[in-house]
């Protein structure tokens, strides 16, 4: 079936970086666009990034660009998020999500 | 972009009770609107698609209706499992796929 493995997070200090990956089986990778989404502890749910198919067209939200990379590997069905330059208000649960599938996602901690 | 506002912010029911989730996007976005439901340390699970689309496996208790700018989620009986935080998301504006705040569905 369909299914998306989040892994990567952990805690880590303010301004240090931190790669997210997913893992994906079930259909066809390189077919789809794929998203970051996340979510702050008692929070709401916060679009992060997306990429298109084929991996020539990126976007972020406002307040991760410059210091966030989408990225993906087609010959291994896995996307990535790079974070560098990490802020306390990075502090989330991490989702890739294909459409309406979610991954379980992934903790990020930033803190001293 | 986008923006989805989601009414009531928080609600509070019985067992038993009919109860009905809006969400209203800042323009037209047709029927490219989901549902999620999400539990503590969960992640969200989809509920409705295409507003209307019941996905497989979800009890018929639950349904969307809308389409434009009004969508509405509504559960007709509800279920001690179904107290969980629920929220909406459109699909109309690639890649910005933007979410409603979130209604939380409290027992009463």
């Known amino acids: 079936q369909v299914q998306l493995v989040e892994s990567g997070g952990g805690v880590v200090q303010p301004g240090r970086s931190l790669r997210l990956s997913c893992a994906a089986s079930g259909f066809i990778f390189s077919s789809y666009a794929m998203h970051w989404v996340r979510q702050a502890p008692g929070k709401g749910l916060e679009w992060v990034a997306a990429?298109?198919?084929?991996?020539?067209?990126?976007y972020y939200v406002d307040s991760v660009k410059g210091r966030f990379t989408i990225s993906r590997d087609n010959s291994k069905n896995t996307l990535y998020l790079q974070m560098n330059s990490l802020r306390a208000e990075d502090t989330a649960v991490y989702y890739c999500?294909?459409?309406?599938?979610w991954g379980q996602g992934t903790m990020v901690t930033v803190s001293s | 972009a986008i923006q989805l506002t989601q009414s009531p912010s928080s609600l509070s029911a019985s067992v038993g009770d009919r109860v009905t989730i809006t969400c209203r996007a800042s323009?037209?976005?047709?029927?490219?609107l989901a549902w999620y439901q999400q539990k503590p340390g969960k992640a969200p699970k989809v509920l409705i698609y295409d507003a209307s689309s019941l996905e497989s496996g979800v009890p018929s208790r639950f349904s969307g209706s809308g389409s434009g700018t009004d969508f509405t989620l509504t559960i007709s009986s509800l279920q001690p499992e179904d107290f969980a935080t629920y929220y909406c998301q459109q699909f109309n504006s690639y890649p910005s796929y933007s979410f409603g705040q979130g209604t939380k569905l409290e027992i009463k």
């Open positions: 323009q037209g976005i047709g029927s490219a």
């Open positions: 990429i298109s198919y084929d991996g020539n067209n990126k």
């Open positions: 999500a294909r459409d309406l599938i």
